[in-house]
């Protein structure tokens, strides 16, 4: 089975200043896709970026970038020029690429509480 | 707005009693998902429904069930509840069953509130 970690709980960012959230992963598969979404206090869940494990390029939207690490299992988000809208729930999760539909399933990280000063 | 509907938002009852939750997917999703996010279990799969049919399912209860109707819509049963069922329960839906890569789009929740 596979399982998403979030080690941090928490962290903080000065507005404007640039912020890194991490996530590893554990997986015997090669070919499946990663996540991050926020949750902001709405409590929506709202897709931020996914990566294919297929492409080696790291995604990016907007000021949201990944770093993705295939071989580390490792997936961390890159938050650019953070605002203060920016404060939310971050988690990671994992989706398999496979044909069946118990594949489509996402499994997610524990989330990390990120907290913006302005 | 994600096109995916949850009733009720709030839903408070106490021990041992039964709930149903509903979700409207998008239009034209085929797929249904059961979320639960619990502080002590974080967010997790419960089970996923294809055109009606019952696709996959993750670590749900055996005092929880569900369906999917005729016109796609989803019900989420939970019976004999316990205050550790307390939780927010969000549905997704996607457009397929997840042979290709479909976004899972969610809803706003139900919040299940035991006392």
């Known amino acids: 089975a596979q399982t998403v970690t979030q080690s941090q709980p928490e962290m903080s960012v000065q507005e404007a200043e640039t912020v890194t959230l991490s996530c590893t992963y554990d997986?015997?598969?090669?070919?499946?896709?990663l996540f991050w979404y926020k949750q902001p206090p709405s409590r929506q869940m709202i897709l931020v970026i996914r990566q294919e494990a297929y492409k080696q390029q790291n995604a990016t939207e907007n000021r949201f970038s990944v770093n993705f690490q295939k071989a580390a299992k490792s997936f961390s988000l890159k938050i650019s020029d953070s605002q203060l809208g920016d404060a939310a729930m971050y988690f990671c999760a994992y989706r398999s690429a496979g044909y069946t539909g118990a594949n489509s399933k996402l499994t997610f990280g524990k989330g990390i509480t990120l907290s913006v000063r302005p | 707005d994600s096109g995916v509907t949850q009733t009720p938002k709030h839903l408070i009852t106490a021990t041992g009693q039964r709930v149903t939750l509903r979700c409207s997917p998008r239009s034209g999703d085929l797929s249904v998902y059961w979320y639960q996010q619990s502080l002590d279990q974080g967010l997790q799969f419960l089970i996923q429904y294809y055109n009606g049919e019952e696709r996959a399912k993750g670590n749900i209860l055996e005092r929880f069930s569900a369906q999917q109707f005729p016109d796609l819509h989803s019900e989420l049963n939970l019976s004999s509840l316990e205050l550790g069922d307390s939780a927010l329960y969000f549905c997704?839906?996607?457009?397929?069953?997840?042979?290709?890569?479909?976004?899972?789009?969610f809803g706003p929740g139900t919040r299940l509130t035991v006392l």
């Open positions: 997986t015997s598969e090669s070919d499946y896709y």
């Open positions: 997704a839906s996607s457009v397929d069953g997840g042979s290709s890569y479909n976004e899972q789009f």
